[in-house]
Nanobody, 125 residues
Framework: QVQLVESGGGLVQAGGSLGLSCAASGRAFTNYDMGWFRQAPGKEREAVAVINWNGGRTYYVDSVKGRFTISRDNAKNTVYLQMNSLKPEDTAVYYC??????????????????WGQGTQVTVSS
């Protein structure tokens, strides 16, 4: 497994931007698809964005399309989530996660075997 450490959360006003980073250590980073999930109080954890091992494929939940961008730098073992035009409904704890690459791209939390500790993102109205 890989070990994951997120950074970059915080408080921002609606319409603002935040960038999240997730640094990985341990096994080969390129063996993994990487995802960002979020969980708001009283809600299920959802996949926000996922990127495959080489960055060639991405997935975004409909609610963030056009506003969020996931990217990865395999030389730095880091995955990023740039969040623009933030809305109060984006408020949640954001988690970085890793899933072994199996030839496709997965958004199922159960396929992700390594998780970061989470970082709080709060968007005020």
């Amino acid at each position: 497994q890989v070990q994951l450490v997120e950074s970059g959360g915080g408080l921002v006003q609606a319409g603002g931007s935040l960038g999240l980073s997730c640094a990985a250590s341990g096994r080969a980073f390129t063996n993994y698809d990487m995802g960002w999930f979020r969980q708001a109080p009283g809600k299920e954890r959802e996949a926000v964005a996922v990127i495959n091992w080489n960055g060639g494929r991405t997935y975004y939940v409909d609610s963030v399309k056009g506003r969020f961008t996931i990217s990865r730098d395999n030389a730095k073992n880091t995955v990023y989530l740039q969040m623009n035009s933030l809305k109060p409904e984006d408020t949640a704890v954001y988690y970085c996660a890793a899933a072994l690459w199996r030839g496709g791209i997965t958004t199922s939390a159960g396929d992700f075997t390594s998780w970061g500790q989470g970082t709080q993102v709060t968007v005020s109205s």
